[in-house]
């Protein structure tokens, strides 16, 4: 399958501190790219789009001054949360659609973040 | 909204012994439900998907069928080996965007030697 990249795999932060996540198609291109979040042993919930040269496209009920999304080449989207709380602890993981695959979607390793 | 209930929560097998998981979903429009394979910490793995024109998919030990009538889906595991045990999550894409996921809950599989 198609390898989706995903930096940092953890990070720990005080709060009201920004984090940056790089998310990285490494053998392919992608256009649009997807940021899920997962709370300790629950599901995932699909957050944003990220799309390449464009504004990313939010879910209902996720800031988007608080989660900030470029997504300013093929293979790269970056996620920042800004001024983090301790509620922003999560796991947080990007995904890309890989066409050669007939459009099936591959997550990224993940980051686990935890804000004190 | 849009919702997919899955079920069980937790399932445990003997070894050798066959796992079925069910899902159901809302959107009439989904089209693509993929399902997924994750440990601990790590990333969801693809393990097998389905498109609504189609009934039924196998891949060696795994199969997945689906009822587009009744809009439920399930996965079949044979012959259960201890490293399949881990969290199976099914999704149905949101309309026919199949980058749109919803998730069901989770199914967390303990295969005993």
């Known amino acids: 399958g198609a390898v989706v990249s995903q930096h940092p795999s953890w990070v720990i932060c005080k709060s009201g501190t920004s984090v940056k996540i790089e998310c990285r198609s490494l053998d392919f291109q992608a256009t649009t790219m997807f940021w899920y979040r997962q709370f300790p042993k629950q599901s995932l919930m699909l957050m944003a789009t990220s799309n390449e040269g464009s504004k990313a496209t939010y879910e209902q009920g996720v800031e988007k001054d608080k989660f900030l999304i470029n997504h300013a080449s093929l293979t790269l989207s970056t996620l920042t949360v800004t001024s983090a709380h301790p509620e922003d602890s999560s796991f947080y993981i990007c995904?890309?659609?890989?066409?050669?695959?007939?459009?099936?979607?591959?997550f990224g390793s993940g980051t686990q973040l935890s804000v004190l | 909204g849009e919702n997919v209930e899955q079920h069980p929560s937790t399932l445990s097998v003997q070894e050798g012994d066959s796992a079925v998981i069910k899902c159901t979903y809302s959107?009439?429009?989904?089209?693509?439900f993929p399902w997924y394979k994750q440990e601990l910490g790590k990333r969801p793995q693809l393990i097998i998907d389905?498109?609504?024109?189609?009934g039924e998919k196998k891949d060696q030990r795994i199969a997945v069928t689906l009822n587009k009538t009744a809009k439920h889906f399930s996965l079949h595991i044979t012959e259960t080996q201890p490293e399949d045990s881990a969290v199976y999550f099914c999704a149905a894409s949101r309309g026919s965007n199949t980058g749109k996921l919803i998730f069901g809950q989770g199914t967390t599989l303990q295969v005993k030697p």
């Open positions: 959107d009439s429009a989904s089209n693509y």
């Open positions: 389905i498109r609504s024109n189609v």
């Open positions: 995904s890309a659609l890989e066409g050669r695959s007939n459009e099936k979607l591959f």
